[in-house]
């Protein structure tokens, strides 16, 4: 008896262990929005900000959680509503820690909205440095390319789409190779939505952004009132690339770009990287059912122009310091948070329904 005795307590205690051993995890947070800045130059808060650190300051995310398939730290809110993070830099690692980010367990980001809040160089035919544009169209630049000294000389530029056979044409159909998206078109309801819901907020006159650097910059672009005007909300579509590129010329590319990879529907506004790479990964995500592609809204703000003001240097304009990075970074949030704030305020009606529908 005692040998039994002794067995069924052996055997007790093992069940005990393996049970333990096997408990549940705990159950995913349930993220309302995600907040996808690019890069954060320092620490989170307290020094020259970047694209996060507006975000964790003001809307206190307070949680740091690690995140071994980014480059950031993640960051949430109390109650893990707002879930921060930093994607990184340029189109591939942008979209590989969207992708880490959607397979994660610890999160339920299937009705999840998700943000992206950047800054970017504005086509000064469009708009002013400090002004926010929500893009409908995100579009990228996979082309073919030849030095501009060997294009033929009726051509504007050496860049021409794939399945096209010159500059500025629109690819045949018979001549396109590989399935990779050209552009991604976003909900343009829920565009139409948060756009009228910032349209109205105060960018001009506001000191940190309305600076006057800012405006004796704006000035120097003689002849392109749209540069001239102080900075406002608009619609206005982003063309990614993982090349820096400045100039009148490549400014003439990125429009005639967009306008061939939209059928006419978009138009060139802000320059940016990592836009079509967190679209790619989303896209994915939710052919998966990870997330919701309708819920992806980007947000780009202007730092700089994307081409030199009348009578000066391409090459001189592109290293030159940056006047309107602070009065970006501080468009983004002003711009940005009233959108997450009223999705989270009504999380009954929008958890289910996304807004425009």
């Given at each position: 008896?005692?040998?039994f005795?002794?067995?069924?307590?052996?055997?007790?205690?093992?069940?005990?262990?393996?049970?333990?051993?096997?408990?549940?995890?705990?159950?995913?947070?349930?993220?309302?929005?995600?907040?996808?800045?690019?890069?954060?130059?320092?620490?989170?808060?307290?020094?020259?900000?970047?694209?996060?650190?507006?975000?964790?300051?003001?809307?206190?995310?307070?949680?740091?959680?690690?995140?071994?398939?980014?480059?950031?730290?993640?960051?949430?809110?109390?109650?893990g509503?707002?879930?921060?993070?930093?994607?990184?830099?340029?189109?591939?690692?942008?979209a590989?820690?969207?992708?880490?980010?959607g397979?994660?367990?610890?999160?339920?980001?299937?009705h999840?909205?998700?943000?992206?809040?950047?800054?970017?160089?504005?086509?000064?035919?469009?708009?002013?440095?400090?002004s926010?544009?929500?893009?409908?169209?995100?579009?990228?630049d996979?082309?073919?390319?030849?030095?501009?000294?060997?294009?033929?000389?009726?051509?504007?530029?050496?860049?021409?789409?794939?399945?096209?056979?010159?500059?500025?044409?629109?690819?045949?159909?018979?001549?396109?190779?590989?399935?990779?998206?050209?552009?991604y078109?976003?909900?343009?309801?829920?565009?139409?939505?948060?756009?009228?819901?910032?349209?109205?907020?105060?960018?001009?006159?506001?000191?940190?952004?309305?600076?006057?650097?800012?405006?004796?910059?704006?000035?120097?672009?003689?002849?392109?009132?749209?540069?001239?005007?102080?900075?406002?909300?608009?619609?206005?579509?982003?063309?990614?690339s993982?090349?820096?590129?400045?100039?009148?010329?490549?400014?003439?590319?990125?429009?005639?770009?967009?306008?061939?990879?939209?059928?006419?529907?978009?138009?060139?506004t802000?320059?940016?990287?990592?836009?079509?790479?967190?679209?790619?990964?989303?896209t994915?995500?939710?052919?998966?059912h990870?997330?919701?592609?309708?819920?992806?809204?980007v947000l780009?703000t202007?730092?700089?122009?994307?081409?030199?003001?009348?009578?000066h240097?391409?090459?001189?304009?592109?290293?030159?310091?940056?006047?309107?990075?602070?009065?970006?970074?501080?468009?983004?949030?002003?711009?940005?948070?009233?959108?997450?704030?009223?999705?989270?305020?009504?999380?009954?009606?929008?958890?289910?329904?996304?807004?425009?529908?």
């Amino acid at each position: 008896m005692r040998k039994f005795a002794a067995l069924l307590v052996s055997f007790s205690c093992l069940s005990l262990a393996g049970a333990a051993q096997t408990a549940a995890p705990p159950a995913p947070i349930p993220v309302k929005v995600v907040i996808v800045a690019t890069f954060e130059q320092g620490a989170d808060t307290g020094d020259k900000p970047g694209e996060f650190q507006f975000w964790v300051e003001r809307e206190h995310l307070d949680r740091v959680l690690p995140f071994p398939g980014g480059v950031h730290p993640l960051r949430t809110n109390a109650d893990g509503s707002i879930l921060g993070m930093v994607s990184g830099m340029t189109i591939g690692p942008a979209a590989a820690s969207i992708m880490a980010l959607g397979l994660d367990p610890r999160f339920d980001l299937t009705h999840a909205y998700w943000l992206l809040a950047g800054i970017a160089g504005v086509d000064p035919d469009v708009a002013s440095v400090g002004s926010a544009a929500w893009a409908k169209w995100v579009i990228t630049d996979i082309r073919q390319e030849i030095d501009p000294r060997e294009a033929p000389k009726d051509w504007p530029y050496g860049i021409f789409a794939i399945g096209s056979t010159r500059a500025g044409a629109v690819p045949e159909p018979n001549r396109v190779w590989g399935s990779e998206p050209r552009s991604y078109p976003l909900n343009a309801r829920l565009v139409d939505w948060a756009f009228n819901l910032t349209r109205d907020t105060p960018l001009a006159k506001v000191p940190v952004i309305d600076t006057p650097e800012v405006a004796a910059f704006r000035a120097t672009y003689t002849g392109l009132p749209n540069a001239q005007k102080p900075p406002f909300v608009l619609i206005g579509d982003v063309l990614a690339s993982d090349s820096y590129w400045h100039g009148t010329i490549l400014r003439h590319w990125a429009e005639d770009w967009v306008r061939i990879h939209t059928h006419g529907q978009g138009r060139f506004t802000m320059t940016a990287m990592e836009d079509s790479g967190v679209a790619e990964a989303l896209t994915r995500l939710d052919r998966m059912h990870r997330a919701d592609f309708r819920r992806f809204l980007v947000l780009r703000t202007a730092s700089n122009y994307c081409e030199q003001a009348p009578g000066h240097d391409a090459a001189e304009s592109l290293t030159a310091p940056y006047i309107g990075g602070i009065p970006a970074l501080e468009a983004a949030y002003r711009v940005g948070s009233p959108v997450v704030h009223t999705l989270i305020a009504h999380w009954d009606q929008y958890r289910d329904h996304i807004p425009g529908d």
